[in-house]
């Protein structure tokens, strides 16, 4: 079983940037990494995703612009960085993996899962 562990979250002011890492003890270069939040009394939704071969992205209309997501073979990771934050992206956050070459922001296509990280965004 894939296990992946989050880190980088905490809290930030308005307009502030933070990176959010996910690695895990398996090798990620096979896995497509999703990148998923859930805000306080809403559902989880998708935030960005990378394929399994870096290069191509997909990202939600609120991340487009502001959040870059990528991976780094060398050394097993994936970001996701943040900037121009603002406090409608406090939310936990959550990477996935799923097997497959290409991604796509569905929860349902992700078996993989973190345990998530907080990210706080103060006014």
């Known amino acids: 079983q894939l296990q992946l562990m989050e880190s980088g979250g905490g809290v930030v002011q308005s307009g502030g940037s933070l990176r959010l890492s996910c690695t895990s003890s398996t090798k990620l270069d096979f896995y497509a990494i999703g990148w998923f939040r859930r805000a306080p009394g809403k559902e989880q939704e998708g935030v960005a995703c990378?394929?399994?071969?870096?290069?191509?992205?997909t990202y939600a209309d609120a991340a487009k612009g502001r959040f870059t997501v990528s991976k780094d073979k060398a050394n097993n990771m994936a970001y996701l960085d943040m900037k121009a934050l603002e406090p409608e992206d406090t939310a936990v956050y959550y990477c996935?993996?799923?097997?497959?070459?290409?991604?796509?922001?569905?929860?349902?296509?992700?078996?993989?899962w973190g345990q998530g990280t907080q990210v706080t965004v103060s006014s």
């Open positions: 996935a993996a799923v097997l497959a070459y290409y991604c796509e922001l569905t929860v349902q296509e992700y078996p993989h």
């Open positions: 990378i394929r399994r071969a870096g290069g191509a992205t």
